[in-house]
């Protein structure tokens, strides 16, 4: 079964810093690969996905992420945040072959002092 | 109301009990799922339903027992669950699962405590 991992689980940095979370996934099939944000008392939803194309993606709110298919990679990063990224990140990836299971990883809990 | 709505937000049942979460979309989608977040775990998905077909169970015990009478509703029957059980349980839904591709819209989940 195919799992994903997050790193540094708690991050807190100050605003207009750049932020880079890192996502890798066991897999060695074709893959769609998403992440996810859930801001405090609101429901989880989708900040970026991408399927093929250009590796580098950009999404909503100024992130982007970029696909690095050698080293099985899916980073997320915005160049400067603000106190409003405050939020639980999630990436995820699904095998194209096994399009029911999507699999998360264990989420990078990011605040932005102000 | 739009979205993906959930009931009840939270619920506090005993091993012995049979309650069941609702899940219900107002978004025209043919996929539902099922989905268990316990503290420091990643998201796992339970079950998988495309057209009210179920299409996948990712190992749920039986004490867990989906039902999706239509595109639209969702069910969860619990009973005898297990202190363990106890997490955060979302629903989730999207056009279809197509090829994977398509987004998951997700509810505001239900706090499940098992005493």
């Known amino acids: 079964a195919q799992s994903v991992s997050q790193h540094n689980h708690h991050v807190i940095l100050s605003e207009a810093a750049s932020l880079e979370l890192g996502c890798n996934y066991s897999?060695?099939?074709?893959?769609?690969l998403f992440w996810y944000v859930q801001y405090p008392g609101q429901h989880l939803q989708l900040l970026l996905k991408?399927?093929?194309?250009?590796?580098l993606v950009k999404g909503i709110k100024g992130f982007e992420a970029e696909f690095i298919k050698s080293k099985f990679s899916f980073n997320l990063r915005k160049p400067s945040v603000q106190w409003s990224d405050t939020a639980e990140y999630f990436c995820?990836?699904?095998?194209?072959?096994?399009?029911?299971?999507?699999?998360f990883g264990k989420g990078n809990q990011v605040v932005v002092i102000p | 109301e739009t979205g993906v709505t959930q009931t009840p937000r939270h619920l506090v049942m005993g091993m012995t009990n049979k309650k069941s979460l609702k899940c219900e979309q107002h978004?025209?989608?043919?996929?539902m799922y099922w989905y268990k977040q316990s503290a420091k775990k990643p998201l796992e998905l339970m079950f998988v339903?495309?057209?009210?077909?179920?299409?996948e169970n990712n190992s749920v015990p039986s004490r867990f027992s989906p039902e999706c009478p239509n595109s639209s509703h969702l069910f969860l029957h619990l009973h005898t669950l297990q202190p363990e059980d106890s997490a955060l349980y979302l629903c989730?839904?999207?056009?279809?699962?197509?090829?994977?591709?398509?987004?998951?819209?997700f509810g505001p989940g239900t706090r499940l405590t098992v005493t």
């Open positions: 995820a990836v699904i095998p194209v072959e096994r399009n029911n299971r999507l699999a």
């Open positions: 989730a839904s999207s056009q279809d699962t197509g090829t994977g591709t398509y987004e998951q819209y």
């Open positions: 978004l025209g989608h043919n996929a």
């Open positions: 339903y495309n057209f009210k077909e179920q299409t």
């Open positions: 897999y060695g099939g074709t893959v769609n």
């Open positions: 991408y399927f093929s194309g250009d590796p």
